[in-house]
């Protein structure tokens, strides 16, 4: 069976609903066993219970990705639950957008600690756990905006672009022991922010993408199953674009 996760366990942040629970979904569909990590608890045991009424296995923890103290807490938990962790995902991640002269000094620490520090945290405490595996896969959620830029998001472009650059570091220290890091840059997708838009600006968009649609929270999942699946087993410290041709 292609991209088979069957007895893998994947840990994923921000996944409570979006992007990150779409990828949930695709990984338990696939056989793995899923953790949810989000925010708030019980938007965690809402995702979790739509997981497992549908016959997947899956858990969930409250968890603060820019706190080292509670992720190395709950990181502990899970691998004494289950022995071993084999799959991070880092998706969690927020914008707080403005043109940077007006831009507030809290709102690009916020977006710089939750998507760039919070990537860190969780690479560093998990890398304690797969280093003695000698074995793990580790894929980042970063955007086509950390690469092109755009204006009044510095903030959220800076914290993907060092997602991107932490990627390729973060490869290069891990190959040696059999993990695998990349990173995905997903374009414009259809997720609950993007329905709220006017159909004008929908059609803006699609006008700067050759593929003339957006992308769907499926066509992330899928690429991200792909590379934690073994039939990515020679691909490590790549940025992947998922932006229907937008910036070839």
């Not at 890091?181 to 997903?186: G, K, L, S, T, Y």
């Amino acid at each position: 069976m292609l991209n088979n996760l069957e007895n893998k366990i994947a840990i994923i942040t921000g996944s409570a609903r979006g992007i990150g629970f779409s990828i949930a979904e695709t990984f338990a569909d696939s056989g793995a066993t899923v953790v949810i990590l989000d925010l708030f608890q019980d938007a965690v045991d809402e995702a979790v219970t739509n997981l497992t009424s549908n016959g997947k296995s899956a858990y969930g923890y409250a968890v603060d990705v820019t706190d080292s103290e509670n992720v190395d807490s709950i990181f502990k938990e899970i691998h004494q639950k289950f022995g071993k962790i084999d799959i991070l995902i880092n998706n969690a991640g927020i914008t707080k957008d403005g043109l940077i002269m007006k831009m507030k000094e809290s709102d690009w620490d916020a977006v710089l600690n939750v998507n760039l520090k919070g990537t860190f945290i969780c690479t560093q405490i998990i890398s304690r756990y797969m280093l003695r595996q000698r074995e793990g896969v580790i894929l980042n959620i970063a955007s086509v905006i950390g690469i092109m830029g755009n204006a009044g998001q510095s903030n959220y472009a800076a914290s993907k672009g060092g997602v991107i650059a932490f990627t390729k570091s973060s490869a290069k220290e891990f190959a040696s022991r059999n993990i695998r890091v990349n990173a995905i840059a997903p374009g414009f997708i259809e997720t609950e922010m993007t329905a709220k838009l006017p159909e004008d600006v929908i059609n803006k968009y699609k006008t700067v993408i050759p593929l003339k649609k957006l992308g769907s929270t499926k066509d992330v999942a899928n690429l991200l199953l792909f590379l934690a699946s073994e039939q990515a087993s020679y691909i490590t410290g790549q940025t992947i674009n998922v932006d229907g041709g937008m910036i070839m």
